[in-house]
């Protein structure tokens, strides 16, 4: 929201606050013929909109005008206006006393909570380094020593041993370069204000994209694809969720074990597009399932047992991706086994088809 | 022999990558000219008149863009972009400039080959392309008549729209190249506006479908997300 609309907006909500509290009022004197609880509900209404509005000028705005309208009002001489009496110049100092009071409580309040998510995220990047530099050496220790070998036995080694070790320095390469680009895609959405670029994108191509990486990646492994036929246009950081599917499509080729069948469907639905990748593989531990998205699924578990291919960071990616475009993933296992992770994104209206 | 040999310029400052560049386009039977730094690789092209250029958009001393616009005020020589991890803005502006293709570091050898030699083709197609619109276009089982304007696939006709038939022929025309989505608007609809992206990407969702491509099987057209379509050549 703009800052214009914002004011617009504060604006109307003060008044009918007022509006509200002003005949209220009436109401009341007409039935109670007692005048003890106007006060308070201009209290409550001042109240109200310091708390609900940006700032202080709408609050103190508020509590001014209710000074007056209790003053014109509900106040000897009725419908007329009494300034210097010291009642109503003690009543218009407590008011505003209320209304800068509860502003500064709320902006503090808004202040924490800013204070709050930037721990967060913080945290979340400190997870994530420590989890990655703890995986690059496996590969990096691998690449450094298979080729140390091959250049200092050269002439000693068989042909095979040379291909073989060779073949391994580019299969651990192949998996620091997935790795480096899921660290670019979370300083890219980590990166203070920059916020992510949304470009309508027709989500036909995108899975598109995403299937034909997938196969060069995993040639043998079928996804079934389930997609609407119409044209759907998705306002997204295509380079983004392409490969937030990629991962979750990767996390099952991984850690699906016995998995017979790997389903991508899009669903469209209350305006949004529905993506889930489902798989009837071995499903999650329910333990584990808590820190799925943490980034904190490490080794612990898994000791040394040489699989490094770390479903906790690709997934946690994953999560901070569909954050940032206003949205949340979800995981959840099957009855009849095997995972579904689900994630939804707004539609983009589309009127004319032509 | 080495006479005969396409002469490829890589303008590149990492050494490492130059170094492996250079050895696969050798091994693969072309004659490598290499430059480290935007001002060297003026010079080279000019002196040698490469076939192809292979050009880093990073360089130390100048932008890899500003070799585009003075290699294109020369000649209509293949270039093929080298652009570090997808920011599709560099992409489209390299293209737009005039470069035939683009790489996404990182990446594998055997992509790097097929584009160099779908770059090549475009350099030996180029004199047929000013003929006009006669003749046919190939591709797998699908065929483009293009006096008769009749698209089949499989042998049977494709009913596309007037306007769908021009994409089509225009990437055809093209094929092996990105064509960025401005591109083919202004040769399109000539004019561009707010609409004209999606305008662009419905008659594209239409064309696919009356095509009958199924999402991860396209064998035709190549989704480049955000920067535009290319037509498969091999």
Same mark, same amino acid.
């Given at each position: 929201m703009d800052k214009k609309t914002q004011w617009l907006m504060d604006g109307l909500f003060m008044a009918s606050t007022l509006f509200v509290s002003f005949f209220l009022n009436l109401a009341l004197q007409e039935v109670y013929?007692? *005048?003890?609880l106007i006060p308070m509900i201009f209290v409550l209404g001042v109240f109200l909109v310091s708390w609900k509005t940006q700032g202080y000028f709408w609050g103190i705005a508020s509590s001014m005008i209710s000074v007056l309208l209790v003053n014109y009002t !509900?106040?000897?001489?009725?419908?007329? !206006? #009494? @300034?210097?009496s010291p009642e109503c110049i003690f009543s218009a100092v407590v008011m505003l006393i209320v209304s800068v009071m509860t502003g500064a409580l709320t902006t503090k309040l808004k202040v924490q909570e800013k204070i709050r998510a930037e721990i967060e995220r913080e945290r979340m990047r400190a997870n994530l380094l420590r989890a990655v530099s703890h995986d690059l050496r496996t590969p990096l220790t691998s690449i450094y020593g298979s080729t140390s070998t091959i250049l200092e036995n050269y002439d000693a080694l068989t042909k095979e041993q040379k291909l073989k070790l060779t073949r391994e320095v580019q299969e651990d390469a192949q998996w620091l370069i997935r790795m480096v680009e899921n660290l670019l895609s979370v300083t890219r959405i980590d990166d203070g204000k920059v916020q992510i670029s949304k470009i309508p994108t027709v989500l036909e191509e995108l899975i598109d994209a995403v299937i034909l990486k997938f196969h060069k990646h995993y040639p043998d492994q079928t996804v079934t694809v389930r997609i609407p036929d119409d044209f759907i246009s998705i306002p997204m950081d295509a380079m983004l969720i392409e490969q937030v599917l990629l991962n979750i499509l990767e996390n099952a080729v991984n850690?699906?074990?016995?998995?017979t069948e790997l389903v991508l469907t899009v669903a469209d639905r209350d305006s949004r597009a529905w993506f889930s990748v489902r798989d009837n593989g071995c499903g999650i531990p329910a333990d584990r399932m808590k820190l799925l !998205?943490?980034?904190? @699924? #490490? *080794?612990? #578990?898994?000791?040394? #047992?040489?699989? *490094?291919?770390?479903m906790g960071i690709g997934l946690s990616v994953c999560s901070a991706i569909v954050k940032a475009h206003g949205s949340e993933i979800y995981a959840r296992n099957l009855p009849d086994g095997g995972v579904e992770f689900s994630f939804s994104l707004e539609k983009e209206e589309t009127n004319e088809q032509q | 022999m080495s006479n005969n040999k396409f002469k490829i310029l890589v303008i590149e400052d990492e050494s490492n990558i130059r170094s492996f560049v250079q050895t696969m386009l050798e091994t693969n039977g072309y004659q490598v000219l290499t430059a480290v730094t935007c001002r060297q690789g003026m010079m080279m092209f000019s002196s040698?008149?490469?076939?192809m250029v292979i050009l880093d958009l990073g360089l130390p001393d100048r932008d890899g863009l500003e070799f585009i616009r003075m290699a294109r005020g020369l000649s209509s020589v293949p270039i093929l972009v080298l652009s570090a991890r997808a920011l599709e803005e560099d992409k489209v502006a390299a293209l737009d400039l005039g470069a035939n293709d683009y790489v996404t570091k990182p990446f594998g050898t055997a992509e790097l080959m097929a584009r160099v030699r779908a770059g090549l083709r475009i350099r030996m197609m180029a004199g047929e392309l000013k003929d006009g619109l006669t003749g046919e276009f190939q591709l797998d089982d699908l065929t483009i008549d293009y006096s008769r304007r009749v698209v089949t696939v499989a042998d049977r006709e494709v009913k596309l729209t007037q306007t769908e038939f021009n994409i089509l022929s225009l990437l055809s025309q093209h094929k092996g190249k990105v064509l960025t989505y401005s591109t083919i608007i202004r040769s399109i609809w000539g004019s561009q506006d707010d609409g004209s992206v999606k305008k662009l990407q419905v008659n594209m969702a239409n064309i696919r479908k009356k095509l009958g491509t199924v999402p991860g099987d396209n064998r035709y057209i190549i989704n480049e997300l955000g920067v535009g379509y290319r037509m498969l050549d091999e």
């Amino acid at each position: 929201m703009d800052k214009k609309t914002q004011w617009l907006m504060d604006g109307l909500f003060m008044a009918s606050t007022l509006f509200v509290s002003f005949f209220l009022n009436l109401a009341l004197q007409e039935v109670y013929h007692s *005048r003890t609880l106007i006060p308070m509900i201009f209290v409550l209404g001042v109240f109200l909109v310091s708390w609900k509005t940006q700032g202080y000028f709408w609050g103190i705005a508020s509590s001014m005008i209710s000074v007056l309208l209790v003053n014109y009002t !509900f106040t000897y001489p009725y419908w007329a !206006f #009494d @300034l210097i009496s010291p009642e109503c110049i003690f009543s218009a100092v407590v008011m505003l006393i209320v209304s800068v009071m509860t502003g500064a409580l709320t902006t503090k309040l808004k202040v924490q909570e800013k204070i709050r998510a930037e721990i967060e995220r913080e945290r979340m990047r400190a997870n994530l380094l420590r989890a990655v530099s703890h995986d690059l050496r496996t590969p990096l220790t691998s690449i450094y020593g298979s080729t140390s070998t091959i250049l200092e036995n050269y002439d000693a080694l068989t042909k095979e041993q040379k291909l073989k070790l060779t073949r391994e320095v580019q299969e651990d390469a192949q998996w620091l370069i997935r790795m480096v680009e899921n660290l670019l895609s979370v300083t890219r959405i980590d990166d203070g204000k920059v916020q992510i670029s949304k470009i309508p994108t027709v989500l036909e191509e995108l899975i598109d994209a995403v299937i034909l990486k997938f196969h060069k990646h995993y040639p043998d492994q079928t996804v079934t694809v389930r997609i609407p036929d119409d044209f759907i246009s998705i306002p997204m950081d295509a380079m983004l969720i392409e490969q937030v599917l990629l991962n979750i499509l990767e996390n099952a080729v991984n850690h699906a074990v016995g998995m017979t069948e790997l389903v991508l469907t899009v669903a469209d639905r209350d305006s949004r597009a529905w993506f889930s990748v489902r798989d009837n593989g071995c499903g999650i531990p329910a333990d584990r399932m808590k820190l799925l !998205f943490t980034g904190y @699924l #490490d *080794r612990a #578990d898994h000791p040394a #047992d040489g699989t *490094r291919h770390n479903m906790g960071i690709g997934l946690s990616v994953c999560s901070a991706i569909v954050k940032a475009h206003g949205s949340e993933i979800y995981a959840r296992n099957l009855p009849d086994g095997g995972v579904e992770f689900s994630f939804s994104l707004e539609k983009e209206e589309t009127n004319e088809q032509q | 022999m080495s006479n005969n040999k396409f002469k490829i310029l890589v303008i590149e400052d990492e050494s490492n990558i130059r170094s492996f560049v250079q050895t696969m386009l050798e091994t693969n039977g072309y004659q490598v000219l290499t430059a480290v730094t935007c001002r060297q690789g003026m010079m080279m092209f000019s002196s040698h008149i490469p076939d192809m250029v292979i050009l880093d958009l990073g360089l130390p001393d100048r932008d890899g863009l500003e070799f585009i616009r003075m290699a294109r005020g020369l000649s209509s020589v293949p270039i093929l972009v080298l652009s570090a991890r997808a920011l599709e803005e560099d992409k489209v502006a390299a293209l737009d400039l005039g470069a035939n293709d683009y790489v996404t570091k990182p990446f594998g050898t055997a992509e790097l080959m097929a584009r160099v030699r779908a770059g090549l083709r475009i350099r030996m197609m180029a004199g047929e392309l000013k003929d006009g619109l006669t003749g046919e276009f190939q591709l797998d089982d699908l065929t483009i008549d293009y006096s008769r304007r009749v698209v089949t696939v499989a042998d049977r006709e494709v009913k596309l729209t007037q306007t769908e038939f021009n994409i089509l022929s225009l990437l055809s025309q093209h094929k092996g190249k990105v064509l960025t989505y401005s591109t083919i608007i202004r040769s399109i609809w000539g004019s561009q506006d707010d609409g004209s992206v999606k305008k662009l990407q419905v008659n594209m969702a239409n064309i696919r479908k009356k095509l009958g491509t199924v999402p991860g099987d396209n064998r035709y057209i190549i989704n480049e997300l955000g920067v535009g379509y290319r037509m498969l050549d091999e």
